[in-house]
């Protein structure tokens, strides 16, 4: 019984951090040329850091695929889906093989991993000049949203520490 109160918990802390990464997203946008930047990147890289890749990616990858469909930016939402779950993904993964160590690693590699993936999306879609032309902001989100979620994480640490050592 006890392990079915630990998964609903943790399916809703899921949806919890999809819904902010949304919010984070839609209400903290800079519109640049072909697209926008947020603060998104620091909800779905604390949602890694706390509940681990396989949650991240959920996180990342619906979470910000959503805010892109709610934004009027459905053709990013395929590449979002992919990148950003990645980024969630990968913070969890890396976050864990450093036995949750060293949070600012684990979400900096994500967070240039994004801007990288965008650059793929931005070629496909719109040529590599727009790529280009993209990238700094793309990579300066991801920087920003590291340097953010570890800051929440180190915040937020002691009472996730008590509710998932409860466990």
């Known amino acids: ?11 809703v802390l899921i949806a919890l951090f999809m819904a902010l990464t949304v919010v984070m997203t839609m209400l903290f946008r800079i519109p ?3 697209g926008y930047v947020n603060l998104g990147d620091a909800t779905l890289l604390l949602g890694g850091l ?20 709610l934004l009027g930016y459905a053709s990013y ?3 979002t889906l992919i990148v950003k779950g990645l980024e969630g993904f990968l913070c969890g993964w890396l976050f864990k093989k450093m036995r949750h160590q ?22 496909i879609l719109f040529g590599v000049g727009a790529a280009i032309g993209s ?33």
């Open 32 to 34: 640049i040329p072909f």
């Open 77 to 79: 939402a395929p590449i």
């Open 1 to 11: 019984m006890e392990n079915k109160k630990t998964n609903t918990f943790k399916i």
């Open 102 to 123: 060293k949070p600012l690693v684990a979400t900096v590699i994500p967070g240039i991993w994004m801007a990288i993936g965008y650059f793929i999306g931005d070629t």
């Open 135 to 167: 990238f700094p902001l793309n990579l300066a989100q991801g920087l920003v949203g590291a340097g953010l979620s570890v800051l929440l994480y180190k915040m937020l640490k002691p009472t996730l520490d008590k509710r998932f050592t409860k466990q």
């Open 50 to 69: 706390a509940l681990g890749g396989n949650a991240g990616f959920f996180i990342g990858g619906l979470g910000s695929a959503l805010a892109d469909l």
